[in-house]
């Protein structure tokens, strides 16, 4: 591949969790198993079980689905690392939501076992957030940023992603949410599809966690990155670790401006991104965004020993 040619990290985040993700790379490389190993004992529980068996309702609790999509993701990227694929270095890494903690990791800012604990913690408080106020979240497909901003503003409900052209996340209480997306369907919307989470993230309601999170973040030393990441709420480098903090407490009452995010990158000259971790959502966002940059996949063990740029 030519040195020339940028290219970028992306990590996914909560949603890209599935029952036995994770479990071929920690059989088939060490240094996979050394992550799932370190996630275990940083949490003091079996976080590789769960991952590897289930059950499926347990994973997908925000406070397991969290930690456990980072370790499967690092250990992708450990793997990667391991057999040494030709896995060419980034100029940029940027993680959706949750995938931020493990561009933690990527960059490194945090030792590994640090970003999963604060991922478990992360899980926690924004469960218990929103158990404190209920909501929820909704992907509305085919309304553009401005007419949704309008009618957020009618009912209260808040733009919580902007992911690609024609697909942006909406957040809030029950009530809101649910008014919001009766008037999207009635203003033209293609389709509306709640997400399985458990409080309506990235809104103010996400407050408790924030404060939580400060004094969890406030105990950690962080490093400067040493690759930029690109912020989810400003699309812009994040280039120091005052800045990474920041933006970690920012991001959870605030939009993730995931296309401005992917624009940037591609706008600084980034022609490959390279998701990984479980699932594939980024990579059909990205496509969506434009179709003429390069998008590769590792996610699995098959994953890692075919990856090739070329």
Sequence with gaps: MAESVKVAYVFPGQGAQSVGMGLDLYHGFASAKAVFDRADKALGFSLSRLCFEGPEDELRQTINAQPAIVTTSFACLEACREVGVGLPPASFVAGHSLGEYTALAASGVLDFADVVSLARERGRL??????????????????????????????GAQIANINCPGQIVISGAEDNLNQAVELAKSRGAHRVI????????????????????????????????TTPIIGNTIAQPLATAPAVKEELLYQLCNCVQWQRSVEYMIGDGVSVFIEIGPGKVLAGLIKRIDRNVKILNIGDAESVRNFSVD
């Design 126 to 155: 924004m469960h218990e957030a929103g158990q404190m106020t209920p909501g929820g979240m909704a992907a509305i497909i085919g309304l553009d940023e401005a007419p949704l901003s309008e009618l957020c503003a009618e009912t």
């Design 194 to 225: 709640p997400l399985q989470v458990s409080g309506a993230f990235h809104t103010p309601l996400m407050q408790p966690a924030v404060d939580g999170m400060a004094k969890a973040i406030a105990k950690i030393s962080f490093n400067d990155p």
